[in-house]
């Protein structure tokens, strides 16, 4: 099984950040940063709200807005579909994981993102077809604006 984490660590009204890191010979290794739509404290489904923690499976699937094949989470069918994809900023997450690089001057905005995304959309993709499972774990460490 391939296990990637994805620690939360700035909450602002507006997005969360991340670092996406990979399980690689017993270690967690940093892989990018992370850019997702806030996480609204209602119960009910919103669908431009992050994912609560927890331990996902992916997938890879067909992305109707970006006309391109990403990862998936699995758990999320139907409306609720979320994947991990490029993006450069906050209006850009939809619900879904960007990464990339943030840039330390301009806040909540990603650079690199499509570079890391066919990284991962490879690597990912690769793995399942090897008959891998690959493991998303997600956390939040409170860190809040």
């Given at each position: 099984?391939?296990?990637?984490?994805?620690?939360?660590?700035?909450?602002?009204?507006?997005?969360?950040i991340?670092?996406?890191?990979?399980?690689?010979?017993?270690?967690?290794?940093?892989?990018?940063?992370?850019?997702?739509?806030?996480?609204?404290?209602?119960?009910?489904?919103?669908?431009?709200?992050?994912?609560?923690?927890?331990?996902?499976?992916?997938?890879?699937?067909?992305?109707?807005?970006?006309?391109?094949?990403?990862p998936?989470?699995?758990?999320?069918?139907?409306?609720?579909?979320?994947?991990?994809?490029?993006?450069?900023?906050?209006?850009?997450?939809?619900?879904?994981?960007?990464?990339?690089?943030?840039?330390?001057?301009?806040?909540?905005?990603?650079?690199?993102?499509?570079?890391?995304?066919?990284?991962?959309?490879?690597?990912?993709?690769?793995?399942?077809?090897?008959?891998?499972?690959?493991?998303?774990?997600?956390?939040?460490?409170?860190?809040?604006v």
């Open positions: 099984m391939e296990r990637y984490w994805l620690k939360r660590k700035f909450y602002a009204a507006n997005y969360v991340g670092k996406l890191h990979k399980f690689v010979e017993g270690e967690w290794r940093f892989v990018c940063d992370t850019l997702e739509s806030p996480i609204k404290s209602n119960k009910e489904y919103q669908p431009f709200t992050a994912l609560p923690e927890g331990s996902y499976s992916l997938d890879y699937s067909f992305n109707s807005v970006h006309n391109k094949y990403e998936r989470i699995k758990e999320f069918e139907g409306l609720r579909k979320r994947y991990i994809t490029h993006g450069h900023n906050a209006r850009a997450t939809q619900g879904n994981i960007l990464v990339g690089d943030l840039i330390a001057s301009q806040v909540g905005v990603l650079v690199r993102s499509q570079e890391h995304s066919a990284r991962l959309n490879r690597e990912i993709r690769d793995y399942l077809n090897d008959g891998e499972l690959v493991q998303l774990i997600i956390n939040d460490i409170k860190w809040r």
